[in-house]
């Protein structure tokens, strides 16, 4: 699937591509409803519906990915909200050989990630991924979510990468097509982000079913 001597850099998603997506699915859908109803004292129907509201207009935005503005919004802890669940937090199949191979073949390793910080510090903790990588990237730091046009261009100050020479393996599809209209040239989709969903829908991008697709 990939000629491997025509990339240098790989730049790789945490939610849904490294980490099974149903801890963030169970936690935004269920755990936080669940706590906002008990807090506000209204039903779970009613919580799920005032949620799915504020969700939409805050969608593909940084604030939809940051823990303290929904700590804010919705006057809960987020990031101990977090830990409660974090037993859910798993590592899709093969990813640590994956990584150990690609650094292995001497290419550089970066995690991009519209994670919050205080998300990704619980991830790697609970994982152990961290070690695998040469830079850990959340778009907090870079101001744009990596849905933004804008976003991978100004990721080259703090990345240095060649756009011709890079992959990236990323579950969002709005993520993949900023990427490719800056000029990525290997770009990678993600047929089952939540282990507990179906096979996704990814419009036309090559995708892969597991990373022994493309061991390198």
């Given amino acids: ?13 945490m939610d849904g591509t490294l980490l099974d997506l149903h801890f963030d699915n169970f936690f935004w ?13 209204i ?14 207009r805050h969608l593909g935005t940084l604030n939809w990915y940051c823990v303290d503005f929904w700590s804010r919004e919705l006057q809960l802890d987020i990031a101990r909200l977090k830990t409660e669940v974090q037993h859910l937090i798993a590592v899709h199949p093969q990813v640590h050989e994956f990584l150990q191979a690609t650094r292995a073949a001497g290419k550089r390793v970066a995690l991009v990630t519209n994670a919050h910080h205080k998300s990704l510090t619980l991830k790697m903790q609970r994982t152990r991924l961290d ?12 101001g744009l979510p ?5 976003f991978w261009c100004q990721l080259q100050s703090t990345e240095r990468y060649n756009p011709a020479r890079t992959l990236l393996v990323d579950d969002s599809l709005p993520v993949l097509r900023a990427a490719q ?12 982000p939540d282990s507990k969903e179906g096979r996704k829908d990814v419009e036309g991008f090559r995708a892969i079913e597991g990373f022994n697709d493309i061991m390198p």
């Fill in 43 to 56: 039903s779970l129907a009613d919580a799920h519906d005032d949620l799915a509201g504020r969700y939409q």
């Fill in 131 to 142: 070690i695998h990588f040469d830079a850990l990237i959340t778009s907090h730091q870079i």
């Fill in 146 to 150: 990596k849905e933004h046009p804008d």
């Fill in 181 to 192: 209209t800056y000029g990525i040239a290997y770009l990678l989709a993600v047929y089952s």
């Fill in 1 to 13: 699937m990939l000629d491997w001597q025509a990339i240098d850099t790989v730049l790789l998603d």
């Fill in 29 to 41: 859908r269920q755990h936080v409803p669940q706590r906002y109803s008990e807090l506000h004292h």
